[in-house]
């Protein structure tokens, strides 16, 4: 049986590499392809006349690690990243559909939760919001650790609504 499983693995991959060396290589292309959404998270849309919030977290709980708000109109992000302690480095790293920044920030404690808050402002007309807006999705960056904020099935349009809000 073992041997028959040998000779039809080598002959397997020889049929591939033949096949191979007859194909055209073609480098791999970025995509913006949205990620999976995870179950129970969501964007959560407040649409408070005097501060809207889009928040990313657990339905009915606590658990929210990405909150942004703005004044309407205001054209200006504020960003709210929750953390278990105060990181090495004082900024939030926010990617969408390839586009990528670091904006400085500041340190708060939470009230919620143990642990801080890194407080950033954005302008609501950067790349990386434009992205959220067509794609529904962030990604929070730390180190080399990338943490996915993708939007459930129909809610997708919640970060769209929100930066009308707030431009």
């Known amino acids: 049986m073992r041997l028959s499983f040998r000779l039809t693995a080598a002959a397997a991959v020889a049929a591939v590499s033949a096949l191979g060396a007859c194909a055209?290589?073609?480098?791999p292309m970025a995509t913006s392809?949205?990620?999976l959404p995870v179950a129970g998270y969501d964007w959560f849309l407040n649409e408070d006349p005097d501060e809207p919030?889009?928040?990313y977290g657990l339905a009915q709980s606590d658990d929210v690690p990405l909150s942004l708000m703005c004044a309407p109109g205001s054209g200006k992000i504020g960003l709210s990243l929750a953390a278990d302690r105060a990181p090495q480095r004082r900024a939030?790293?926010?990617?969408?559909?390839?586009?990528?920044?670091?904006?400085?920030?500041?340190i708060e404690p939470?009230?919620?939760?143990d642990g801080v808050h890194l407080v950033?402002?954005?302008p609501a007309s950067h790349p990386?919001?434009?992205?959220?807006?067509?794609?529904?999705?962030?990604?929070?960056?730390?180190g080399d650790q990338r943490s996915m904020m993708a939007a459930q099935p129909g809610s997708e349009g919640r970060a769209a609504r929100f930066l009308e809000l707030c431009r």
């Open 128 to 142: 990386v919001f434009q992205r959220f807006q067509r794609l529904g999705w962030l990604a929070v960056w730390d």
């Open 120 to 122: 950033a402002t954005a």
């Open 33 to 35: 392809a949205a990620p």
């Open 53 to 55: 919030r889009l928040s």
């Open 92 to 106: 939030v790293t926010l990617e969408s559909g390839g586009d990528t920044e670091t904006f400085p920030a500041r």
């Open 110 to 113: 939470a009230d919620i939760h």
């Open 24 to 27: 055209p290589t073609v480098a």
